[in-house]
C-alpha cells in the first residue's frame, strides 16, 4: 500500500475509456442479470462526491462491472478499495485498473450477498457505535435484480451490528430503480410509502440523493436510476427484533389500499382475530382506518411494541402464518367435498 502522505494526492495514469475497455473485452451487459454499466465519468465522479470525503478511506464497492465508479473512487484518494464481483468476465479489466493503482485495489471475484467484508479492513478502523461513522465506505451501482434482497440484508445487518457494520455505522451510497429510491426515502403519506420506506428509516437517515437519466446506461433501462445515501442511526427507532419489525411491516404493507387493521388482523388465528387485532391496535394507540402510508415510523414502534408483548405471552405467536392456515382449511374443505361425493355414491 502506497505511504499515507501521499495517498490523497493520486490519480490514475492514462487508461482506455470505460467505452473501450467493453469493446476491448468484448463485454455485454447481460440481461438476465440486469446489468447495466454508466459510462459518464462525471457521473460516476458525481455518485463518489455524495459518498462524502473519501480521502484515505475504506471502500467496498459492490458490482463494479467494467470500472467506471472504481476509477472514480480510486481517483478520490482511498487507501484501499476492495471491489467484489461474480461476473469473472469483467475481471481483466479490473486487473488493468489494479496494474494502474499498486497496492490500493483489491478485486474478490464472488458474491455480494455472501461475502464477508467484516474481515476484510484492518480492525483499527472499528469505532463504537455511538461515534462518529468509521472511515468505512460502501458504494455500488447494484444489478436492479439483487438491489432489494441486498439492502435488505445490509439493513438486518444494520440491526445486529455485524457485517459492513462492525466497523460501526458505515456509509452506503447505492444505486437503485428511481421508484425503488423513491420508496426507500419516501415520507409518511407519500404515495411512495412502503415497506421499504419503514425498514430502512427505522435504522438509517435516507436521503434519494440524485436521479441519473436512464440514457446515461449502457444498455438503456426502462427506467430512470436513483442514487440513495444511507448513514445508520446511533439508536434505532424501533427497538425490537429486526425480524419482528420486518413481519409487522410486511403485513401492514400487503395490504397498502385497505385500513391497518386489515394486513394487522393477519398476524393473529383467524379464531381470536378479530378481539387480538383491536386489542392491538388499542393498546398502541393507533386509528384502525388509517392506510398503511399514513403510519409513521412511531406508529409502528408502537405496534411493534405491543405485538412483542403478545408474543411473549403467547410464544406461539411469532410463528403463527396466515397462509399455512389458508392452506390447511383449503386441503380441510377439500377432504370435506371428497367425503361428502364418496358418500353419495
Given at each position: 500500500m502506497a505511504a499515507s502522505g501521499a495517498l490523497g494526492t493520486f490519480r490514475l495514469p492514462p487508461l482506455p475509456t470505460i467505452r473501450e475497455i467493453i469493446k476491448l473485452f468484448k463485454l455485454q451487459a447481460a440481461k438476465q442479470l440486469?446489468?447495466?454499466?454508466l459510462l459518464d465519468l462525471r457521473l460516476t465522479d458525481k455518485i463518489v462526491r455524495k459518498a462524502g470525503n473519501l480521502t484515505n478511506a475504506y471502500v467496498y464497492e459492490v458490482g463494479?462491472?467494467?470500472?467506471?465508479?472504481?476509477?472514480?473512487?480510486?481517483?478520490?484518494?482511498?487507501?484501499?478499495?476492495?471491489?467484489v464481483e461474480k461476473d469473472s468476465r469483467f475481471l481483466p479489466g479490473l486487473q488493468m485498473l489494479s496494474d494502474a493503482a499498486p497496492g490500493k485495489l483489491r478485486i474478490v471475484h464472488g458474491d455480494v450477498l455472501t461475502f464477508k467484508v467484516e474481515r476484510a479492513f484492518p480492525e483499527s478502523l472499528k469505532r463504537q457505535w455511538e461515534d462518529d461513522p468509521p472511515n468505512v465506505h460502501i458504494i455500488g451501482n447494484l444489478p436492479f435484480n439483487v438491489s432489494t434482497p441486498l439492502i435488505i440484508k445490509w439493513l438486518e445487518n444494520v440491526s445486529q451490528r455485524e457485517g459492513p457494520f462492525a466497523y460501526g455505522r458505515t456509509q452506503m451510497t447505492l444505486t437503485f430503480q428511481k421508484e425503488v429510491a423513491e420508496r426507500l426515502a419516501a415520507n409518511t403519506g407519500s404515495k411512495q410509502r412502503s415497506r421499504l420506506s419503514v425498514m430502512a428509516q427505522y435504522l438509517c437517515h435516507v436521503q434519494h440523493v440524485f436521479t441519473i437519466p436512464g440514457r446515461a446506461f449502457v444498455p438503456k433501462p426502462e427506467v430512470e436510476?436513483?442514487?440513495?445515501?444511507?448513514?445508520?442511526?446511533?439508536?434505532?427507532?424501533?427497538?425490537?427484533?429486526?425480524?419482528l419489525v420486518e413481519k409487522v411491516v410486511q403485513h401492514v404493507f400487503q395490504f397498502r389500499r385497505k385500513y391497518c387493521h386489515r394486513g394487522l388482523g393477519m398476524l393473529f388465528p383467524e379464531a381470536q382475530r378479530l378481539e387480538r387485532t383491536g386489542r392491538l391496535l388499542q393498546l398502541?394507540?393507533?386509528?384502525?382506518?388509517?392506510?398503511?402510508?399514513?403510519?409513521?415510523?412511531?406508529?409502528?414502534?408502537?405496534?411493534?411494541?405491543?405485538?412483542?408483548?403478545?408474543?411473549?405471552?403467547?410464544?406461539?405467536?411469532?410463528?403463527y402464518n396466515f397462509?399455512?392456515?389458508?392452506?390447511k382449511n383449503k386441503r380441510a374443505g377439500q377432504e370435506r367435498e371428497a367425503d361428502r361425493e364418496?358418500?353419495?355414491?
Open positions: 440486469s446489468q447495466n454499466f463494479p462491472g467494467p470500472g467506471g465508479i472504481t476509477r472514480s473512487i480510486l481517483n478520490a484518494g482511498v487507501a484501499e478499495l476492495l471491489v436510476v436513483g442514487v440513495v445515501h444511507f448513514t445508520p442511526l446511533t439508536q434505532p427507532k424501533i427497538e425490537q427484533p429486526f425480524k398502541a394507540d393507533v386509528d384502525p382506518t388509517l392506510r398503511p402510508c399514513q403510519l409513521s415510523v412511531s406508529h409502528f414502534r408502537s405496534l411493534c411494541d405491543v405485538y412483542r408483548r403478545m408474543c411473549d405471552e403467547d410464544p406461539h405467536l411469532f410463528a397462509r399455512e392456515e389458508l392452506k364418496s358418500r353419495s355414491l
